[in-house]
């Protein structure tokens, strides 16, 4: 079965540029998070959904930060306007939440993002 | 909200030594993860512990669920230089809201 994929893997934009993170979690899963990592705070939860619904997006920096998950096998992280301090990696997750084996979630390999 | 306090930040170790680090949180879990994040890769999954008390062993790594529920540890024996990158423990409460992540352990083996 494929894991979680993402793309694009790199992306080097410009300041003020629109930036759209794309997310296709494991088949069958219910849950999708999507993560920020940088050096300085680790890994963070910005938002996460639940058969497509958002459930919480208090980690979600900004207002220049979205995300969508149209259906059950795509989601997006869109950032407008970009800044330079939106230079991190970005993880999209998921797994099947509930039961004993409900926590354990699958990373994608990341977007790496880098804004000059 | 809850937080997880891991320890060492980094560790430069050489080839063949044990490696122990561990992760310790106010909060109780019932579920404590240990994942690896390669170089430019994301993390993957390397031990999973439901139970207080149980010691699981994956190879050369072994991981245990503190008895207070409040901690766990991850030891890896006789390293070799693939276990190069950052180890993170998670905590979950229910299968049905987010993990809560370490800062992460990184680890550089010379060989």
């Known amino acids: 079965d494929a894991g979680v994929i993402q793309s694009p893997r790199h992306e080097v934009t410009e300041m003020g540029q629109e930036v759209t993170l794309r997310c296709k979690p494991i088949?069958?899963?219910?849950?999708l998070f999507w993560y920020r990592q940088t050096m300085m705070r680790g890994l963070e939860l910005l938002i996460y959904f639940n058969n497509n619904v958002p459930i919480d997006d208090s980690g979600m920096p900004e207002d220049r930060f979205s995300a969508k998950m149209p259906n059950a096998s795509f989601s997006t992280l869109k950032i407008q306007p970009s800044e330079p301090r939106d230079s991190a990696v970005y993880f999209c997750?998921?797994?099947?939440?509930?039961?004993?084996?409900?926590?354990?979630?699958?990373f994608g390999e990341g977007s790496w993002l880098t804004v000059v | 909200g809850q937080q997880l306090n891991q320890s060492p930040q980094s560790m430069f170790i050489q080839e063949g030594e044990d490696v122990s680090m561990n992760c310790t949180s106010s909060s109780i879990f019932n579920t404590w993860l240990w994942y690896k994040q390669d170089p430019g890769e994301g993390p993957v999954l390397l031990i999973a512990l439901y139970k207080a008390g149980e010691l699981t062993s994956n190879g050369r790594l072994t991981a245990q669920f503190g008895i207070t529920r409040k901690d766990s540890f991850l030891n890896i024996s006789a390293s070799i230089p693939s276990d190069v990158g950052i180890y993170f423990c998670a905590g979950g409460v229910s299968g049905n809201t987010p993990l809560v992540f370490g800062k992460g352990t990184r680890l550089s083996v010379i060989a």
């Open positions: 997750a998921s797994n099947q939440g509930g039961g004993r084996n409900g926590n354990t979630i699958y």
């Open positions: 088949s069958g899963h219910d849950y």
